[in-house]
Structures are given as structure tokens and as C-alpha cells.
């Protein structure tokens, strides 16, 4: 097996100032022009995490823009019967100007009825195209790069159009997508790993029980057998059921790409977690982890301690 993964070549958005409608209603930098003039309107998420609303609040003739106010590091936006825009504001209670964050968002299953833009001063960039749910559609870009503009498409029938998406901040540096987030599909550094250890958010160690390829989605699941759970955030391992040794099941994703296959022995299986899923990390042979570990200690050069037997 490879010493670790990293997702890479998802598709960078295009710049579109100024987006091709193909049927009647103003153009993005109108709707954005509205706002500036004080026509938008403002919600409140009523858990300030998600926000959930519908368009048929608007008057027909009218293409107004609406304001979503956000101050959680995650959560989720509905938009049902899409039309005009929203401007999504994403204030964390955790921002400070000069901590970096990276923002991700993950389209819901079946969103459809508008597209999805980064906007700065009036620049518009294209992150999801409507109905364009393409494998690992999961954009990232800087927080300080811009906001999020949704804007409903002409459609002859909103009835059973919802536009809905995941968003996600961390303070990992930003990639064109949630993949380019991952380590890369080459074995991680000495640094890499004690750094993995220290910062990820699941550090476990074991054995691969399967590894299931999906080339519908460009990602592999590896099944785990774990024997120590050194840290999680989420329940991502649970307890074996009785009669199956003990220890730990639980599963990690990775590229496609990157060609995981089962391999003997024991490894240490770092990784974060994002919209839920777990996605691998540095994942070193365990036998040459506790040898890195071992000289860094000797030197004084382990940025944290944990157990290695």
C-alpha cells in the first residue's frame, strides 16, 4: 500500500464575469448592482449554522437578491424554488483577519436550479454549474478570495427545484478542490507524518481488511481493522462486533488514483474528516512510524507525544 493519498486534477472553475442566460432576466452583476441600491432583502438562519428558504417569497416580476447570514464553521443551505440570487455570508464566530481559512462547499444529492459562484467586488467566478454533479464536485478556495453568489437559472418549472449545498471552513491551505486537501499519492515525509500525527482527526492503527474501488465517484473505500484508536472527532471507528477479535471497524476514503491496494502488516492511519466522510492522510507502516518517532524523540524534534507500542 501507499504511504498516503492526496486527490488531485479536480476541474478548476471558469471565469465567467458576465454568465450567458438563455432565457429572460438580468445578468449576475445586475443582481449584485440591486443590492448595492438596497433592494436585497435579508434572512437569518434560524440556527445561524443553516439556512433554509424558497424563492417563491419573491413577487413574480421581481428578480430580487437575497441576504444569508452564516456564523458556523459548517453547515448547510437550502434554496427551495430557486429564483433571483442569494449572497451567502459566512461570518464563523471563529474568523480572525489574520487566521487563514479555507472554505469548501459539497452540492447536495440532486441540487439542481441554479449556479454557484465565488463573487469579489463584483467579480464572479464559477464554481458549480447547475446540474453539473459531476464525481468529487466539492470546491475550495481562500476565504479571503470572496463570498458565495447563487443564482437561480431561467427555468420553465421551479416546482421541483431545490438548489442545496454543504459548505465547510478549515484552516488547512486551500486547493481547487476538497481532494487537493488530502496528503499526496506518494509515501509522506518524516515531517509529513509527525505533523499528521499531531494535527489529524483520526490517528489510528491496523490492518486493511478490503479495499472497494467506485470509479463512478474517482474514489476508493478502505475498510480498516484497528487495534488502537489514538484519537477521533467522529465516530468514524466503531467497536467490533462480538465475536470478530475486538478492536475497531471502520472505513477511510482516497482517490481513485492513487491505486490503494491491501497490503500485510500494520500501518498508522492518519486523515480529516470533511461533510462527514473520513479521507486518508499519511499512513506510514507502523513499524517505520515508531522508528521515526524514536529518532525525532531522541533529538527533541516531536512537535507532540503519543504512545507508540
Same mark, same amino acid.
Given at each position: 500500500m501507499?504511504g498516503?493519498?492526496?486527490?488531485?486534477?479536480?476541474r478548476?472553475g471558469?471565469l465567467?464575469?458576465r454568465p450567458?442566460?438563455?432565457?429572460p432576466?438580468?445578468p449576475?452583476?445586475?443582481?449584485?448592482?440591486a443590492v448595492l441600491?438596497?433592494?436585497?432583502?435579508?434572512q437569518?438562519?434560524?440556527?445561524l449554522?443553516?439556512?433554509?428558504g424558497s424563492g417563491?417569497?419573491h413577487e413574480?416580476h421581481?428578480?430580487e437578491?437575497?441576504q444569508?447570514y452564516?456564523?458556523c464553521?459548517?453547515?448547510?443551505?437550502?434554496w427551495m424554488y430557486p429564483t433571483?440570487a442569494?449572497?451567502?455570508? /459566512?461570518?464563523?464566530?471563529?474568523f480572525s483577519?489574520?487566521?487563514h481559512l479555507t /472554505?469548501?462547499?459539497k452540492?447536495?444529492?440532486?441540487?439542481s436550479g441554479a449556479?454557484?459562484?465565488?463573487?469579489?467586488?463584483g467579480e464572479l467566478?464559477?464554481?458549480?454549474?447547475?446540474?453539473?454533479?459531476?464525481?468529487?464536485q466539492?470546491?475550495? @478556495?481562500g476565504f479571503?478570495?470572496?463570498g458565495?453568489?447563487?443564482?437561480?437559472?431561467?427555468q420553465?418549472?421551479?416546482?421541483?427545484r431545490t438548489?442545496?449545498?454543504?459548505y465547510e471552513?478549515?484552516?488547512?491551505?486551500?486547493?481547487p478542490?476538497?481532494?487537493?486537501?488530502s496528503?499526496?499519492?506518494?509515501?509522506?515525509?518524516?515531517?509529513e507524518?509527525?505533523?499528521?500525527v499531531?494535527?489529524?482527526? @483520526?490517528?489510528?492503527?491496523?490492518?486493511?481488511?478490503?479495499v472497494?474501488h467506485?470509479?463512478?465517484r474517482?474514489?476508493?473505500?478502505?475498510h480498516?481493522?484497528v487495534?488502537?484508536l489514538?484519537?477521533?472527532k467522529s465516530?468514524?471507528?466503531r467497536?467490533a462486533?462480538e465475536?470478530?477479535?475486538?478492536?475497531?471497524r471502520?472505513?477511510?476514503?482516497?482517490?481513485l488514483?492513487?491505486?490503494?491496494?491491501?497490503g500485510h502488516?500494520?500501518?498508522?492511519?492518519?486523515g480529516?474528516m470533511?461533510?462527514?466522510e473520513a479521507?486518508l492522510?499519511?499512513?506510514?507502516?507502523f513499524?517505520?512510524f515508531q522508528?521515526?518517532y524514536?529518532d525525532?524523540?531522541?533529538?527533541g524534534?516531536?512537535?507532540?507525544?503519543m504512545?507508540?507500542e
Amino acid at each position: 500500500m501507499r504511504g498516503a493519498t492526496r486527490a488531485a486534477g479536480g476541474r478548476a472553475g471558469q471565469l465567467w464575469p458576465r454568465p450567458p442566460a438563455p432565457g429572460p432576466g438580468p445578468p449576475p452583476l445586475l443582481l449584485l448592482l440591486a443590492v448595492l441600491l438596497g433592494g436585497a432583502g435579508a434572512q437569518y438562519s434560524s440556527d445561524l449554522c443553516s439556512w433554509k428558504g424558497s424563492g417563491l417569497t419573491h413577487e413574480a416580476h421581481r428578480k430580487e437578491v437575497e441576504q444569508v447570514y452564516l456564523r458556523c464553521a459548517a453547515g448547510t443551505v437550502e434554496w427551495m424554488y430557486p429564483t433571483g440570487a442569494l449572497i451567502v455570508n /459566512l461570518r464563523p464566530n471563529t474568523f480572525s483577519p489574520s487566521r487563514h481559512l479555507t /472554505l469548501c462547499i459539497k452540492p447536495l444529492r440532486g441540487s439542481s436550479g441554479a449556479n454557484i459562484y465565488l463573487e469579489k467586488t463584483g467579480e464572479l467566478k464559477l464554481l458549480v454549474r447547475d446540474g453539473d454533479l459531476g464525481p468529487g464536485q466539492a470546491p475550495c @478556495f481562500g476565504f479571503e478570495q470572496g463570498g458565495l453568489f447563487v443564482e437561480a437559472t431561467p427555468q420553465q418549472d421551479i416546482s421541483r427545484r431545490t438548489t442545496g449545498f454543504q459548505y465547510e471552513l478549515t484552516g488547512r491551505r486551500a486547493g481547487p478542490d476538497l481532494h487537493a486537501l488530502s496528503a499526496p499519492c506518494r509515501p509522506c515525509s518524516h515531517t509529513e507524518v509527525l505533523l499528521a500525527v499531531c494535527t489529524s482527526d @483520526f490517528v489510528v492503527r491496523g490492518s486493511i481488511q478490503k479495499v472497494i474501488h467506485e470509479p463512478e465517484r474517482q474514489e476508493s473505500a478502505i475498510h480498516l481493522n484497528v487495534s488502537r484508536l489514538y484519537r477521533q472527532k467522529s465516530r468514524v471507528f466503531r467497536p467490533a462486533p462480538e465475536g470478530e477479535g475486538g478492536g475497531w471497524r471502520g472505513r477511510v476514503s482516497t482517490l481513485l488514483e492513487c491505486g490503494v491496494r491491501p497490503g500485510h502488516g500494520e500501518f498508522l492511519f492518519t486523515g480529516h474528516m470533511h461533510f462527514g466522510e473520513a479521507w486518508l492522510g499519511c499512513a506510514p507502516r507502523f513499524k517505520d512510524f515508531q522508528r521515526m518517532y524514536r529518532d525525532a524523540e531522541e533529538r527533541g524534534m516531536n512537535p507532540c507525544e503519543m504512545g507508540t507500542e
